[in-house]
């Protein structure tokens, strides 16, 4: 991560050195949120470049909520952010029509009460989708106006390797997993820990794996009822047989075979997940008499501090933002690329990076062990071998 940013690959209008620059935060929370804010603003102060914090996300862009004072915040203030779970600007899923001009007309006043030469939007796709579009459609500006950095605990963005806030999130999954085991032992229980990810099974794939589940299920790979079954058996025996304890611990991702409350969507129409766990366990009693029990994970994985790694990343990616605005370079996502910070279009920020079959075993139902490349090599030498005969 100790390379620069790379220069601007594409030409911009040169504008004023000193940059007052809003940062605001949308969607889910992601530990590392604060980080961001902490690295964003010591680098437009260090470059003489004005941070001030728009609250409630695109909410606080279209109604001014309340502006928040980046500029006079102690170093000691500053520090705390990086050690801080949830967004001091706090956040909001707030839905935005670039065509709808009462909705630009208000965005357009705000940018001009606040005196704002450019934002850095903190969000997940959805967030950052409406920072491209707007750039693109230039509706606020005539030069894109918006910078992005990627988040969310999911782990599903395109465009960039690795989301701040995934690593927390599984190290937090990973020790509820770890606690249930021992009930689960003692009890002699197929257990389940619902983990979030609404359309991508990251957080459950590597908390799976690190927490000892036996058998890890998500949304990418619906296992066929009758494997499900017979291995959790196979499980539940060969542990009796030998220990005198028999039990199986899964880690089940939120959208497991789609499970989703309809009544409860948000702005950009996506429903609510949950009941994932519950809904495997009926079907697991109703099939094997197991003694069962399930645990939802909930906003615990997200709620808590970041991990030092998380937060140095995430900082990492807030200077670098901060470096890029400061400097009048938008329109741009900063982004991990092959190790290194650097930046891309931010039109290129989109969800859907999914769990594949190179990173899971729909046989043994977990991650698997040899790292993606070679693993994907393998299946092809595999898939070369059954064509030949
Ligand atoms: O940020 C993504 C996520 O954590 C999903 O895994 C989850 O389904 C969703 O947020 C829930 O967020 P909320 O309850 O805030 O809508």
Redesign the pocket.
Known sequence: MENPPHPPSSPHISLPKSQRIGLFTG????PGWNAVIHGATREIRRNGSEAVGVMEGWAGMLEQKRLIDLQSLSAREINVLLQKGGSVLGSS?TKIDPKNTQQIENMKRTISEYQLDGAIAVG?DDTLGQAAQINDLRVVSARDFFNGVP????NDLKGTDRTFGFET?VQQATEQLVHLTADAEAQRRVAALEI????AGW?TLYAGYVGGADITLIPEFPIPEVALMERIREIYEKRRQETGAGFVLMAVA??YEGVEDATQR?AFG?A???GAAKAMLKKIKAATQYETMEQVSG?D??SRPPLAQDAIFAAELGATAGHLSSNGVYGRMVTLRDGHITHIPLSEAKGGRIVDITHYDPELMRKRDLPPAIARALLESQRQLQATV
């Open positions: 969607g889910g929370t992601a899923r997940g988040k969310t605990i999911d999130a979030m990810g609404r359309d957080i939120e959208g948000d996506h609510k997940k949950g906003y994985v997200r």
